[in-house]
């Protein structure tokens, strides 16, 4: 129960659970399992999250449909072929680029990526998925983060990009690729950390034998949420830490970074899919072993939060939570329990 109630906040913690994680058996002769980013030439990558050992998690229907769609066209744009970039567009499908210039129906779209290729045959791109959506009967859309280069000799140039897959002759094509320059539409760091600031206040959660406490409140600057957080289990010495949400501007992404009084720490990326936040985190126990979470919440009201783990690895092993939701409460604020308080007592008169 101590691993899951710390785990189980995991969506909101980022990796708090690491530490727990400490307490399961390791595996005899494990190892950690280190992969390195492979390098290539020409390569086109469809990130999501930063690569573990743990794998990537299962995504939701609209992302697995945006990877299908996307990665048609990104198989053809690192191929160089402008036809077959085309073809992954719908028949009245529009390419807008970051000047405002609209491509319209698959022939204005080849003859433009044709001239392009040609230019820059070594051009490279890499796409990061932001979150997902589904708006609509057969309709999905995505935002996107991506990194440009024309060739290995010139700088990398981070842009963003809004794409529309619609639903046609039973395959997902594109219906709408937009590009913009990723300085037109920066907001500010504490406007991009704000989509989270229902988290501020007091909450607890509460097990069989575990509960959970955490404050969250804005720093000086208001550009990080700050979270201290502490788990008392029965006959377990509690288990505290702290927490900085902040805004990335190089993955243009919410991050978290952990760290917990028994020396584990962790980071990770938020990303959204329609109401649901995901928490993406890696990180280290205080045994050295490499741990990864994937978690999904969702604010129910303004007093409640909802959690669920999707996937745990611990050294390289899947953890089985006995439970893998969990709900959060808000706790009343001083002014809200005196109040409640004075009414008990009045009643308690009558």
């Known amino acids: 129960m101590r691993q899951w109630i710390v785990s189980g906040f995991l969506v909101l913690a980022g990796t708090i659970g690491l530490v727990l994680a400490n307490d399961l058996p390791k595996s005899p002769g494990s190892t950690v399992d280190r992969n390195p980013r492979q390098a290539a030439s020409r390569i086109i990558r469809v990130?999501?999250?930063?690569?573990?050992?743990?794998?990537?998690?299962?995504?939701?229907?609209?992302?697995?449909?945006?990877?299908?769609?996307?990665g048609v066209l990104l198989k053809a744009y690192t191929a160089g072929d402008a036809k077959a970039f085309a073809a992954a567009f719908t028949a009245r499908g529009e390419y807008i680029d970051a000047k405002g210039t609209i491509f319209h129906g698959h022939k204005a779209i080849e003859d433009e990526?044709?001239?392009?290729?040609?230019?820059t045959p070594d051009t490279t791109i890499e796409v990061d998925f932001n979150s997902t959506r589904s708006i609509a009967a057969g309709v999905i859309a995505a935002d996107c983060t991506t990194r440009f280069r024309q060739s290995s000799m010139t700088p990398v140039v981070v842009g963003r990009c809004q794409l529309v897959?619609?639903?046609?002759?039973?395959?997902?094509?594109?219906?709408?690729?937009?590009?913009?320059?990723?300085?037109?539409?920066?907001?500010?760091?504490?406007?991009q950390v704000s989509q989270l600031d229902w988290m501020v206040g007091d909450w607890i959660g509460e097990g069989a034998?575990?509960?959970?406490?955490?404050?969250?409140?804005?720093?000086?600057?208001?550009?990080?949420?700050?979270?201290?957080?502490?788990?008392?289990?029965?006959?377990?010495?509690?288990?505290?830490?702290?927490q900085r949400i902040g805004y990335d501007p190089i993955s243009h992404r919410l991050k978290i970074w952990v760290f917990d009084s028994a020396g584990g720490y962790?980071?990770?990326?938020?990303?959204?899919?329609?109401?649901?936040?995901?928490?993406?985190t890696s990180g280290v126990t205080p045994d050295g072993r490499i741990t990864s979470t994937t978690n999904a919440f969702a604010k129910l009201d303004s007093h409640r939060i909802s959690s669920e783990i999707i996937d745990h690895v611990v050294g390289g092993d899947p953890v089985h939570d006995t439970e893998q939701k969990l709900t959060l409460v808000r706790k009343p604020s001083s002014s809200v329990e005196r109040s409640a308080q004075s009414d008990r007592r009045q009643l308690n008169t009558k």
């Open 113 to 119: 990526f044709a001239t392009f290729f040609r230019e």
């Open 165 to 191: 897959c619609s639903h046609e002759s039973d395959k997902w094509l594109i219906a709408s690729l937009r590009e913009t320059d990723a300085t037109s539409d920066m907001s500010s760091h504490h406007a």
């Open 266 to 280: 962790s980071e990770g990326y938020f990303t959204h899919d329609g109401d649901t936040w995901i928490l993406r």
């Open 47 to 70: 990130a999501e999250t930063e690569n573990t050992q743990s794998g990537t998690a299962k995504p939701s229907a609209a992302e697995a449909v945006i990877k299908q769609a996307t």
């Open 209 to 242: 034998q575990s509960h959970l406490h955490f404050s969250c409140h804005w720093d000086e600057s208001g550009n990080f949420l700050l979270r201290e957080f502490s788990l008392h289990t029965a006959g377990t010495k509690p288990l505290t830490g702290t």
